[in-house]
């Protein structure tokens, strides 16, 4: 039997964001629903029916529903309903690392948040992909099914035929793509009916908001300026304790009481994981030193290079400063870690929208005497 090389789905990324989404919002809202409620159980003096077999049932239906349906809205169902399973199954992720089924096994947030990294690694490395004419011949057959539902608006309609004209205009080693895709072209131009694009009282008000937004508050100079505040509020975050630090270095009778507070706070139990922690925060100064000249090199408008030092603390941030942050402060870490990701992916939209395409924020001119 021939090989067949895998094929990426279209729309991959939007499903696996879907159940990065799921995930992570199961997670802490069960954590947050457990901790308000005093740890409920399930069961009773014998039995607990614990949320990580209701987990292993969802992510079961997740995985069946697209084995069995061959509607396109199906795999974004399986998307959640996967995401919401892996959340309540890794929920309880200490049960399985511990001998005594620890479900606050500190380490255990940590595990969770690596889990969630390698998601993100994996949507990212989805949506890089640009697919070759094969793989474009497999979406197109995949939109297909709207015609089949009666349901090809005008602007999938234009979307397929653009699709399929990518196709018959590239080079490819199997010949028979570009004449099946020039025959599936000659169907839907001639032959294919399209409906109406349809769309709800709700939709159209969440589309002018979002135009609105992107027309109003999403212009060059206001981005760039709101970037640069939020880069200086986590630049303060990350040296703020190193800052405390030094100054109770430098007021030995404040010393004393300053290390105590750590202690209780981040609940240091052994010399290893206060080795762990003094690491952790050599490694937020390091990526508060790389926010910081971010904020430098914005002041003086080099946005380009100001981007590239921000993205490299804040990756530094992502991957290992987090990682020992949730193991000291648990979930709560999960604020910081929101708030490098959204940086990051405002950082990424600045670049990509207005710096990669000449549309700079314009410089004041001085005025004029």
């Known amino acids: 039997m021939r090989f067949r090389r895998l094929i990426e789905r279209k729309r991959a990324a939007n499903y696996i964001f879907t159940l990065l989404l799921a995930f992570v919002a199961t997670i802490l809202l069960t954590r947050l629903f457990l901790s308000l409620t005093g740890y409920p159980q399930i069961g009773n003096e014998r039995l607990h029916i614990a949320h990580v077999l209701w987990g292993g049932l969802i992510v079961a239906v997740g995985a069946a529903l ?6 396109t809205f199906i795999l974004e169902v399986s998307a959640l309903l996967s995401g919401i399973g892996l959340g309540l199954f890794f929920d309880e992720v200490g049960k399985f690392l511990t001998q005594d089924n620890d479900y606050f096994f500190r380490p255990a947030a940590s595990v969770i948040y690596v889990l969630f990294l390698l998601g993100v690694y994996i949507y990212v490395s989805v949506r890089r992909g640009e697919p070759d004419p094969q793989t474009r011949l497999y979406h197109a057959l995949a939109a297909m099914q709207e015609i089949v539902d009666g349901d090809l608006d005008v602007r999938e309609k234009e979307e397929l035929e653009e699709l399929l004209n990518s196709i018959i205009g590239e080079e490819t080693d199997i010949p028979d793509v570009r004449e099946l895709a020039k025959e599936l072209l000659e ?4 032959q294919a009916d399209a409906v109406p694009v349809r769309s709800s009282p709700l939709e159209e008000s969440i589309r002018r908001a979002v135009r609105w937004v992107d027309s109003h508050l999403l212009t060059p100079t206001a981005t760039r300026w709101l970037l640069i505040g939020s880069t200086a509020f ?8 190193i800052v405390e630090l030094l100054h109770a270095i430098g007021h030995p009778d404040e010393i004393s009481r300053f290390v105590q507070e750590w202690i209780v706070e981040v609940s240091l139990t052994s010399a290893q994981e206060t080795v762990w922690f003094v690491v952790m925060l050599s490694l937020k100064s390091i990526v508060g030193l790389a926010l910081l000249i ?3 090199l914005f002041a ?6 100001a981007i590239s030092f921000a993205l490299g603390g804040l990756l530094l941030s992502i991957t290992l400063v987090n990682v020992l942050l949730f193991y000291f402060k648990q979930f709560t870490a999960s604020v910081y870690a929101m708030a490098d990701f959204t940086l990051i ?3 990424n939209f600045y670049k990509r929208r207005y710096l990669q395409t000449g549309h700079r924020p314009a410089r004041r001119s001085p005025p004029k005497k």
Do not use: C, K, M, Y
Request: aromatic content about 10%; charged content about 15%; glycine content about 4%.
């Open 66 to 71: 697209p084995l069995i349906f061959s509607n």
């Open 187 to 190: 169907f839907v131009q001639h």
């Open 234 to 241: 986590l630049t303060l975050l990350a040296l703020l304790d």
């Open 294 to 296: 971010a904020l430098a």
């Open 300 to 305: 003086f408008r080099r946005d380009e290079a």
């Open 345 to 347: 992916a405002g950082l």
